[in-house]
């Protein structure tokens, strides 16, 4: 079951700037971080950002986080055509004490 | 370089157990925990459950619990996903993936991935 809730689907042209949000509870993203994967078609997610730790290698600068309260965002800036992809939030729950994820949202370059 | 392998494609019967595995290499197994997440065919992700072969702590989402079991094999380096009798409702991709140690778990993500295992069920 998600428990957090994205957009299902954001788009941008080439050089835009995207934000997709994620909205959950006091019990995961109200407590604890939030975590960003990216998931290309056919593939297994991969970690893109989070904040507890250094960016992983290899992911640019342009991908950014946010956190306020209950809600967080992952911002795309000059969006290129090889960030079409799904995209997934997560974060520990405290009253699950287990994982969450959002519903998930498709980013599409137009 | 930290890798996770998982086992190959299945295709079960209804009602058929089944195992499938997540072998760990380039990194110390037991200071890493192992999640499991399901993707069911055009959907989104769901966290299964986890299990840290360091102390052999198991956590389940109430979505699974009793419906699949996790077990680790720290001396072989390898996590296991286990169906006593498969529904066709299990059909799905499955990955496994690790995060580092911490308790409770959460604080640094999940970050490599399995390849994923495809599991079939149909009769």
């Known amino acids: 079951q998600s428990v957090l809730t994205q957009p299902p689907s954001t788009s941008g042209t080439p050089g835009q700037r995207v934000t997709i949000s994620c909205s959950g509870s006091?019990?995961?993203?109200?407590?604890?971080?939030v975590f960003w994967f990216h998931q290309l078609p056919g593939t297994a997610p991969k970690l893109l950002i989070y904040r507890a730790t250094p960016r992983p290698s290899g992911v640019p600068d342009r991908f950014s986080d946010s956190k306020s309260g209950t809600s967080a965002s992952l911002a795309i800036s000059g969006l290129r055509s090889e960030d079409e992809a799904d995209y997934y939030c997560?974060?520990?729950?405290?009253?699950?004490?287990?994982?969450?994820f959002g519903t998930g949202t498709k980013v599409t370059v137009l | 370089e930290a890798q996770l392998v998982q086992s190959g494609a299945e295709v079960k019967k209804p009602g058929e157990s089944l195992e499938i595995s997540c072998k760990g290499s380039g990194y110390r197994f037991s200071s890493y925990c192992i999640a499991w997440v399901r993707q069911m065919p055009g959907k989104g992700l769901e966290w299964m459950g986890i299990i840290c072969p360091g102390d052999s702590e198991t956590r389940y989402s109430p979505s699974f619990q009793g419906q699949v079991t996790i077990s680790a094999d720290k001396s072989i380096s390898t996590a296991y996903l286990r169906w006593t009798s498969l529904k066709a409702s299990d059909t799905a991709m499955y990955y496994c993936?690790?995060?580092?140690?911490?308790?409770?778990?959460?604080?640094?993500?999940?970050?490599?991935w399995g390849q994923g295992t495809t599991v079939t069920v149909s009769s």
């Open positions: 006091s019990s995961n993203i109200g407590s604890n971080f």
């Open positions: 997560a974060a520990w729950d405290d009253s699950l004490s287990g994982y969450v």
């Open positions: 993936a690790r995060e580092e140690y911490n308790d409770p778990p959460g604080l640094f993500g999940m970050d490599v």
